[in-house]
């Protein structure tokens, strides 16, 4: 199996969020998570954007914040075994737009209520945080360093 | 509508050519299309393609390449397969974690568990979950002579390809799409095949020594005056294998302080070579000539990085046909910017050369450029020759000089000399030296068949990348359980084809690559194209969104390829 014979990019990684159609299947895939939860009949609609905003940051947060390297070998003597998907990237501003479009409509639907507000703030900041380029090989407390 | 911007190279902006469609374009579609086809008016699904707009002076013909763009819901279902893959990845290695399956992968003994481990586990992930479940398309060992027909090793696997096993049967007679064998010089009998055999009982097989030292045959010497005379350069030589002219012989002409701009989806070869040597490397977009001109201006005007001194050497790197997409260089823009900004041309032929140009002479007999503007030519005697090794050619002092400095030629045994005799009669049959008319039959029955076919395949609705006349043609399949249902269905109907996917592509561009050949005959096309007609019904391929021409009653080998 070779890695990056078509093109001269030798971590296809990097590459992955801007292809085609990458944007829409977020958007799309988010939509079904919300609809799944909106489906359980005894939870209420401010509690589905909780959960929706919530199950999004962790999920955004164990994939890009959390999983390290590649799948794949690479032949660049594994350079990125260390770096978090979000690393290996060029840091793209898209996602950063979805988390606020996405804290802003839970806030709405929550009614500001304080319980929600604090539990989505403190979502939103777990996933905010790590994409600051001053934490960029960050590892605080020595958590996932190798 | 695409002829009024026929101007200067450096105004960058009259033509709106991206790749990969994300600018595509204000009105969502690129606004230049190849130079024969009439302005549309409604509006058409995006297409990346290239046409020689802004200098179609320097093209003596008209250059049509076309990258039709990914359908968005293709995109779509693409991503939600390889998610899908994903989780069930994780699933099966938690299940093999808790020894609920079995685990067939190498894993650490006991006594090593505290051990820094060897290797990261998740480095595999994509090998043991999606790599493996397809593997029966890759590798399959063949048994006889790479022609346009060929005989596979039958395989069986009980456990879903960790392991195959050999059923002791020959599946005969495969259809070859796959090799490289574009001028059907893949033969074991034939006027090649015996002049190899005769050097076979006169040199035997192995050469045991490098050229520098006591392994310079009168076979080298005089292939190499040959492929000097084939190319129309002074000088040429040749090496054992063909990876190994690109990544050991650019360390030798590059070093520190000098420039590398190569093109995005160059060879391994040469991204090898180009990290070896040390220099630094600039990628331009893919046969984009805006571009090249831009990197090249800002090269020249800022220098070395930190120190702002001027480069040593700017060295441009492009290959003739890319492999993988079927694209051929613009090789008459990338001569002019050569000259006007005075950096070098390494041109690397290892599809082209054979395969293109009226001559059989390469990418610079294609557009009838004179092969002395390009200053490096590399190519390989793999493909259209039927031996292996790579070539260089060039002014004598270059090839003098890479004579005592090349890693190859230093410490690499040379050619055996079989090898070099085959090299030598198919050049000799392809220039018509041999007497016969048999290298000018098989030119051009290789540019028949590849304009056959892909216009077949365009008929049929499929999406295929690359220039009109590049024999190899990348067939779209998109989604990855599509690999591999697409090589095992052709290979129930008896044609051998190669599938390729992640990461070796970018993650939504999975692709069959079919390799015409002058061997193949019509009935052989056809039968091909029959079958690929099927599969791509079967496995609902055909995304192209292009018009086709109404009235394809079937297709029929006997209309005149004139009419088009």
């Known amino acids: 199996m070779n890695v990056g014979t078509a093109h001269s990019e030798v971590n296809p990684n990097t590459r992955v969020m801007n292809s085609r159609g990458m944007w829409l299947s977020y958007t799309l895939s988010i939509g079904l998570l919300h609809h799944i939860l909106l489906s359980i009949p005894f939870v209420s609609v401010p509690v589905v954007w909780t959960l929706t905003n919530m199950i999004h940051n962790l999920c955004m947060y164990l994939l890009l914040h959390t999983v390290k390297g590649t799948p794949f070998q690479t032949p660049d003597q594994g350079k990125a075994r260390l770096l978090t998907h979000w690393e290996q990237m060029d840091y ?55 | 509508m695409t002829e009024s911007s026929g101007s200067k190279l450096l105004n960058g902006e009259a033509c709106q050519r991206t790749l990969r469609g994300k600018n595509a374009g204000k009105n969502g579609f690129v606004k230049n299309h190849c130079v024969f086809e009439h302005p549309r008016k409604y509006r058409r699904p995006t297409e990346r393609s290239q046409n020689a707009a802004p200098n179609s002076s320097l093209y003596k013909k008209p250059f049509s390449e076309s990258f039709e763009e990914t359908p968005l819901l293709v995109a779509v279902l693409t991503y939600m397969g390889y998610g899908i893959l994903t989780i069930f990845g994780y699933f099966r290695d938690f299940l093999r974690h808790w020894n609920i399956e079995k685990c067939h992968i190498a894993h650490e003994r006991e006594q090593q568990k505290d051990f820094v481990p060897l ?116 000088s040429s030589m040749a090496f054992g294998m063909g990876f190994a002219t690109n990544s050991m012989n650019i360390p030798a002409l590059t070093g520190k302080g000098c420039l590398i701009l190569s093109d995005e989806l160059n060879h391994a070869s040469l991204v090898l070579g180009a990290r070896l040597s040390g220099s630094t490397i600039r990628v331009f977009k893919h046969n984009n000539m805006q571009s090249l001109e831009k990197l090249l201006r800002d090269a020249i005007a800022h220098g070395q990085p930190r120190t702002h001194r001027p480069w040593k050497k700017i060295l441009i790197v492009v290959e003739g046909i890319y492999s993988m997409e079927g694209s051929i260089v613009r090789l008459p823009e990338v001569i002019a910017l050569k000259k006007r900004y005075k950096a070098y041309l390494y041109l690397d032929e290892a599809h082209s050369i054979g395969a293109l140009g009226p001559n059989g002479r390469g990418v610079v007999d294609y557009f009838g450029l004179d092969p002395k503007d390009v200053d490096i030519m590399m190519g390989t005697f793999t493909k259209s020759f039927g031996a292996a090794g790579g070539y260089i050619g060039g002014r004598k002092e270059l090839i003098d000089y890479l004579r005592c400095h090349s890693h ?95 990461p070796a592509t970018p993650i939504i561009e999975s692709r069959a690559r079919f390799c015409v050949s002058a061997a193949h005959t019509r009935e052989m096309l056809d039968t091909a194209l029959r079958a690929i007609g099927e599969v791509g019904d079967l496995l609902q391929l055909k995304y192209s969104r292009r018009e086709r021409p109404l009235s394809t009653p079937g297709w029929t080998s006997d209309e005149s390829l004139l009419q088009d």
């Open chain 2, 119 to 234: 290797y990261q586990d998740f480095e595999n992930f994509y090998t043991r979950n999606l790599y493996m479940r397809i593997r029966d398309n890759w590798n399959r060992p063949i048994c006889s002579v790479p022609g346009a027909k060929v005989d596979l090793v039958e395989r069986v696997t009980h456990n879903y390809n960790w392991t195959f096993e050999h059923t002791g049967k020959v599946v005969k007679d495969v259809i070859n799409m796959g090799s490289y064998n574009y001028l059907g010089f893949a033969e074991n009998a034939g006027a090649c095949a015996s002049a190899a055999i005769e050097t076979t009982h006169a040199y035997g097989v192995g050469v045991a020594s490098t050229r520098c030292e006591i392994g310079n045959l009168d076979i080298h010497e005089e292939l190499e005056q040959l492929v000097a005379r084939f190319l129309g350069v002074e």
């Open chain 2, 408 to 502: 190859s030629a230093l410490y690499a045994t040379s050619m055996s000399p079989p090898v070099a005799q085959q090299i030598i009669s198919s050049m000799k049959i392809i220039m018509g030296e041999d007497g016969s008319t048999l290298g000018k039959d098989r030119l051009r029955q290789l540019s028949e068949n590849t304009t056959y076919f892909r216009r077949k395949l365009r008929e049929m609705g499929f999406i295929i990348y690359g220039n009109d006349d590049s024999p190899v043609v990348p067939l779209m399949l998109y989604m990855p359980a599509k690999i591999g249902a697409f090589g095992r269905e052709m290979l129930k109907r008896n044609i051998g084809t190669v599938v390729v996917g992640f």
């Open chain 1, 92 to 146: 793209g501003v898209q996602f950063t737009a979805s988390q606020r479009v996405s804290y802003l409509l839970t806030s709405f639907y929550t009614k500001y209520d304080r319980v929600h507000f604090v539990v989505n703030t403190v979502s939103l900041l777990t996933v905010l945080i790590p994409k600051l380029p001053q934490l960029h090989g960050v590892r605080i407390f020595g958590i996932n360093k190798y």
